[in-house]
């Protein structure tokens, strides 16, 4: 049996910061609260019992220093940055305050993004592209567990690929998702949104 673990970076903001709107455009590092949730992570994957096959992140390095607290904590190498984890770009909403973002899209696009992956006005996602990388991992032969470091922006085309929309796509920082493929190909979401 597979197993993936999709898990999201750690914070890039302290809690006092004022929210922005953060994609593929603005490469910044884990502050030290991300730096508290990636060893959580690494700590977490590291006391489970099983083998992990393939440690992968996206190329940003928010990503890249999340995964790399889970190798040194697991003893698995990094296997590098896949290119379709990466996180999307918001176009002209990148790097702005979330207010401004809220003001210029409205409540309803940011709601359909979150529900339903429907990508606000502007913003560069390449959804097809995204699905088809998704689907061929999945599709992908083997036992073991695989973990896949990337955002939130990534992260839900996983659940859309597999047909297995939620309530709400988001995945905080910190947290993970793992689901179970069997020697079938069925699918199994196990969890969502969990945090070490």
């Known amino acids: 049996m597979r197993r993936i673990f999709i898990i999201r970076h750690g914070n890039t903001f302290e809690s006092s910061a004022a929210a922005r709107r953060i994609g593929a455009a603005t490469d910044i590092p884990l502050v030290a609260s991300g730096h508290a949730q990636a060893e959580r992570l690494a700590a977490w994957f590291a006391a489970q019992d099983f083998p992990i096959r393939r440690l992968h992140s996206s190329p940003l390095l928010r990503a890249r220093q999340t995964a790399a ?103 905080r920082t910190g947290a993970f998702g793992e689901l179970t493929i069997d020697e079938t190909g069925a699918t199994q979401l196990i969890r969502w949104d969990e945090r070490p």
């Not at 040194?72 to 918001?90: F, K, M, Y």
């Not at 809220?102 to 913003?123: C, K, M, S, V, Y």
């Not at 689907?135 to 695989?146: H, I, L, M, R, V």
């Open 69 to 171: 607290a889970i190798a040194a904590a697991t003893g698995h190498p990094l296997d590098g940055p896949l290119p379709w984890l990466n996180e999307i770009d918001h176009g002209p909403d990148e790097n702005q305050p979330e207010a401004q973002v809220l003001a210029r899209l409205g409540p309803q696009a940011l709601t359909a993004w979150d529900e339903q992956a429907i990508p606000p006005q502007d913003w560069k996602v390449d959804a097809e592209s995204r699905l088809t990388a998704w689907k061929n991992w999945f599709a992908q032969k083997g036992e073991g567990a695989d973990l896949l470091v990337t955002s939130n922006g990534a992260a839900r085309f996983a659940l859309l690929a597999l047909g297995l929309p939620l309530q709400n796509l988001k995945l």
